[in-house]
């Protein structure tokens, strides 16, 4: 046998090897450069039949199935010179040594940087390892139970593993199934680097049982390649090998897009009465649900099994989910995961499996069922149900949703982000959908059309983060945004806005589908067309001043004094780093529910959970939830009094309903009849200023924060928009004209102080 790719196996490498003369610093004896080498062959002259304390199996063997074989031992303990099998190593890295030391020298390497023969050793986040639920978990004493042990400790994780004792409950339960342990459970040890990875850092393979009962290999996924899903899954279940979905044992009628139900079957899982150790209730979108005209639920995270590690994708190895924090332990931290599932960003799916746990009776199987069956629906997440989103071409060879992708899908989104000038939505892979095809067709050419999936994604931990583990985000750079033309022919609006680091994330599609100017460049003759949409949730472009309809004539810069655009930039110290987005979304105790205030059920700001605000809000200007909340009160006002005006021109508005304006009040299951008479009002000249009025309040509807984006903009926008649909003249008629469209009351009140007496 070549020894030359044998590695020292003087410890079980509890994590990734490092890459050959990386690091420098002595841990032991010496340094990576001040040592000598050896070479492997010495080292297997001594250990060659070292052997792994619980499975038996050599360390060698399993190095020599490692992505690191062609390291050398060296690579990670340093030169061998002075070991000889009695002297120290620059690194060692023996059972003694804690996972916390190995870790941080696993990413000395593991930097997304540092290179070995064209190969970027991957960004690590081993280094939180010691900090996550693995390392610390809640129930210790589990370990030390027969069958709990199989998941709840070191020991029982790999003996069991070993001899087949994983999957549904009909394993766990088989007291047949159960092995004799070499070892009392009583000495076991809570879940180590090593339980997962074994010599040479490759994850451990799991044995489970056939039906008839024989040991096979765990291989949940059915790849044939012993990968991260199969190890994970291994404890938190998702599917048995034969690919039945785990639950609790029940089938679930889930509603289906012909109007009727779908039965599902699923396998009972050892924990199936509670939802929260269930992980398919969170984690498994039901592809019997898929979108119809009315949307549809998406009941899960879908996991992308096609990718080498699906599960680090969000976790890393911190692995803090901590669901229960909401459930029944408050104790627990909530995290990441608990913020972001309850976050617009992915439709507030865990708010909708609690509130459908809440209709059950607790720690039953009906409960389990309730929570897989619930969702996004329309009403917590449209952005994300209303269409088929992976549906990108049309058999015509049109984009369906293609050119929805970039924000409407993880995918998209992440694609995107990693190359925005090489961007091409016909590339986008959704082959972890089930049922998912590419077709033939392509833009401007006739084929098969994209077969959807039936499911749909939210945006995922790593649709911004290119490894979420680690909290690194995607870079892509200040956004120049090239606006879709409104005519055929028309000239483009392209707009570049500043550079604000990890918020360019965020402005990637926080900028709108159209902006005001596409109205200006439109060369539609006669002012008959269909109304050019603002889209929804455009705060970067009204931050910034760019989004909207201006009048000619008009100033619509910013006051000296307005610091909103340069949050998180070095012209605002003590603001942070990463820009306004960041600055403002992600400051509060739980950030990654990007809000930045509490309110109650009634939609009234109760609570600022932001701590950037009195950054600069001091003193009489400091902001209090009752200001807040009478300021988006008058901003609403100001925006129903434009409504108003529209309406006294025949231009009905309804916000939920595309294309939104009307030529008459909008009856929900009615035949609305779409406005496009935009020259009717006040001639051919004026057709684009009466649309840039609809558009300004489109625009603005659709973002709800546009008060504190940038009020004085927004008022600016309001202001001129009544002030012109009222007469078609620029000519401050606002304060009369309110109280002629609205009638006296508290919304006359509210739109009065906030656009005051003079143009704002």
């Not at 690590?124 to 900090?131: D, E, H, L, M, V």
């Not at 149900?385 to 990108?392: C, E, L, Q």
């Not at 009369?736 to 656009?755: H, I, S």
Request: with cysteine; aromatic share 8%.
């Amino acid at each position: 046998m070549q020894m030359r790719k044998l590695i020292m196996p003087f410890c079980l490498l509890s994590m990734a090897a490092m890459l050959y003369g990386c690091g420098s610093s002595s841990k032991s004896g010496g340094s990576l450069s001040s040592v000598a080498t050896v070479g492997d062959t010495a080292c297997a002259q001594c250990h060659a039949a070292t052997a792994d304390p619980l499975t038996g199996e050599t360390f060698i063997t399993q190095y020599q199935r490692s992505l690191h074989a062609e390291l050398g031992c060296e690579s990670c303990h340093g030169g061998g010179a002075q070991h000889n099998g009695v002297g120290p190593f620059p690194y060692e890295l023996t059972s003694e040594v804690s996972d916390a030391s190995k870790a941080a020298r696993c990413a000395q390497c593991h930097d997304g940087v540092t290179t070995f023969n064209g190969k970027v050793a991957p960004l690590s986040s081993s280094i939180n390892f010691s900090n996550g639920n693995h390392a610390n978990p809640f129930g210790a004493e589990e370990a030390h139970e027969a069958k709990c042990a199989r998941c709840h400790s070191h020991e029982g994780s790999i003996l069991y593993g070993k001899e087949g004792f994983t999957g549904d409950a009909s394993i766990i339960n088989n007291t047949s199934y159960q092995p004799v342990l070499p070892r009392d459970p009583e000495t076991f040890n809570a879940i180590k680097c090593a339980t997962c990875h074994e010599h040479g850092g490759n994850v451990r393979q799991t044995k489970t049982r056939d039906v008839a009962g024989n040991v096979v290999t765990w291989d949940p996924d059915g790849n044939k390649v012993i990968g991260q899903f199969d190890l994970c899954t291994s404890c938190h279940t998702m599917n048995t090998n034969a690919g039945k979905q785990i639950g609790s044992g029940n089938v679930l009628a889930i509603a289906n897009t012909a109007g009727g139900f779908t039965n599902v079957s699923t396998a009972a899982f050892y924990h199936n009465t509670r939802w929260f150790r269930t992980l398919p209730s969170t984690h498994v979108d039901q592809v019997a649900s898929g979108t119809t005209a009315a949307g549809t639920i998406i009941e899960g995270y879908v996991i992308r099994k096609n990718q080498k590690n699906p599960c680090f994708e969000c976790h890393g190895h911190e692995f803090k989910a901590n669901t229960r924090a909401l459930v029944d332990h408050p104790e627990r931290p909530q995290t990441n995961f608990t913020d972001w599932a309850q976050s617009a960003h992915a439709g507030k799916l865990l708010s909708q499996k609690l509130a459908a746990a809440a209709t059950v009776p607790a720690g039953g199987a009906a409960q389990v069922d309730a929570v897989m069956k619930a969702g996004v629906s329309e009403t917590s997440g449209a952005a994300w149900s209303h269409y088929n989103w992976d549906a990108t071409f049309t058999a015509a060879g049109a984009s369906d949703r293609g050119a929805c992708q970039r924000c409407h899908t993880s995918t998209g989104a992440s694609n995107f982000m990693k190359n925005p000038a090489g961007y091409d939505y016909a590339n986008n892979d959704f082959t972890h959908l089930q049922n998912w095809k590419k077709g033939t067709a392509k833009l401007g050419v006739a084929g098969t059309a994209t077969t959807s999936s039936g499911q749909n994604e939210l945006l995922y931990c790593w649709g911004c983060h290119s490894n979420a583990g680690a909290g690194k985000l995607y870079t892509p750079g200040a956004r120049v945004e090239t606006y879709a033309v409104a005519t055929t022919g028309d000239t483009p609006v392209t707009i570049a806005y500043p550079d604000v680091a990890g918020s360019n994330v965020c402005m990637t599609c926080h900028l709108g589908r159209e902006v005001g100017d596409t109205i200006k460049n439109d060369n539609d003759a006669d002012g008959v067309r269909g109304f050019v949409n603002s889209h929804y949730l455009s705060a970067g472009g009204q931050l910034f001043g760019k989004s909207g309809y201006t009048y000619a004539g008009k100033d619509y810069t910013n006051p000296t004094f307005f610091a909103h655009d340069k949050i998180g930039t070095a012209a605002a110290p003590g603001t942070g780093s990463n820009g306004p987005c960041v600055g403002c979304h992600m400051t509060s105790p739980n950030k990654h529910k990007f809000t930045n205030v509490s309110s109650n059920s009634s939609g009234v700001i109760t609570k600022i959970t932001t701590s950037l605000c009195a950054t600069c809000h001091t003193g009489s200007f400091a902001m209090t939830p009752e200001k807040l909340t009478a300021e988006e009160e008058e901003y609403s006002a100001a925006l129903d009094a434009l409504a108003a005006a529209l309406r006294t021109k025949n231009i009905y508005f309804n916000k939920g309903a595309n294309p939104y304006f009307f030529t008459a009040p909008y009856v929900v299951g009615g035949t609305n009849t779409s406005y496009t008479a935009w020259s009717t009002p006040y001639g051919l000249a004026l057709w684009k200023d009466v649309m840039g009025a609809a558009f300004n309040l489109n625009l603005l509807a659709h973002d709800p924060g546009g008060f504190a984006h940038n009020r004085f903009y927004s008022k600016r926008l309001i202001w001129d928009s009544i002030d012109f649909i009222d007469d078609g003249i620029l000519n401050n008629s606002v304060p009369t004209t309110l109280t002629t469209v609205l009638p006296a009351g508290q919304t006359l009140t509210d739109a009065q102080t906030y656009l005051g007496a003079t143009r704002p």
